[in-house]
T-cell receptor, first 115, second 112 residues
Framework: DTEVTQTPKHLVMGMTNKKSLKCEQH?????MYWYKQKAKKPPELMFV???????INESVPSRFSPECPNSSLLNLHLHALQPEDSALYLC??????????????FGPGTRLTVL | SQQGEEDPQALSIQEGENATMNCSYK?????LQWYRQNSGRGLVHLIL?????REKHSGRLRVTLDTSKKSSSLLITASRAADTASYFC????????????FGKGTTLSVSS
């Protein structure tokens, strides 16, 4: 299985809602990532987990809360988002973090719209 | 933060033609990678070239790397309509290779 899955594919939420994005991989990768991508822009790194521990937080607002319950699963909890948070949220994984020769495998993304 | 800058930003060609995209970056790297993204979808890894390599091939793809100029190019030969996508270069210059930094991307349109 060489696939990263993300659910849901689309999510519409109000600014007072709480929702979660889910990402799963079964490739035995020990590094997992969340990226945010606005239209016609490159992906921007949000968080990196290495061996289920948060290793990088790119100064992301606290309304985004990541969680890595186990080595295969990565969640992104959303609370009190703003309309400008509407974007494509991409999850990725790689064999290891902090290694020079490291391709990343991306999921299809969750298209988030905040009303 | 962004590391790579692709050139051109947009490229339109006919099927069968070759497409060349360039990427420049700022800091030293261990490797440079190219990814493809179809509209609104996830990214697909195309090829990785290490800093001690100058050229690499994979099918219809040819990547070059010039570390002295801090630049790379991606050549797609005999383009097909299915190659229509955005192409991003990405470097591992972030925190000793912990994560990738993506360039702004080139949008390629191949018409039949």
């Amino acid at each position: 299985d060489t696939e990263v899955t993300q659910t849901p594919k689309h999510l519409v939420m109000g600014m007072t809602n709480k929702k979660s994005l889910k990402c799963e991989q079964h490739m035995g990768h020990r590094a997992m990532y969340w990226y945010k991508q606005k239209a016609k822009k490159p992906p921007e790194l949000m968080f990196v987990y290495s061996y289920e521990k948060l290793s990088i937080n790119e100064s992301v607002p606290s309304r985004f809360s990541p969680e890595c319950p186990n080595s295969s699963l990565l969640n992104l909890h959303l609370h009190a988002l703003q309309p400008e948070d509407s974007a494509l949220y991409l999850c990725a994984s790689s064999l290891l973090a902090g290694v020079a020769y490291n391709e990343q495998f991306f999921g299809p993304g969750t298209r988030l719209t905040v009303l | 933060s962004q590391q790579g800058e692709e050139d051109p930003q947009a490229l339109s060609i006919q099927e069968g033609e070759n497409a060349t995209m360039n990427c420049s970056y700022k800091t030293s790297i261990n490797n440079l990678q190219w990814y493809r993204q179809n509209s609104g979808r996830g990214l697909v890894h195309l090829i990785l070239i290490r800093s001690n390599e100058r050229e690499k091939h994979s099918g219809r793809l040819r990547v070059t790397l010039d570390t002295s100029k801090k630049s790379s190019s991606l050549l797609i030969t005999a383009s097909r309509a299915a190659d229509t996508a955005s192409y991003f270069c990405a470097t591992d210059g972030y925190q000793a290779g912990t994560a990738l930094i993506f360039g702004k991307g080139t949008t390629l349109s191949v018409s039949s």
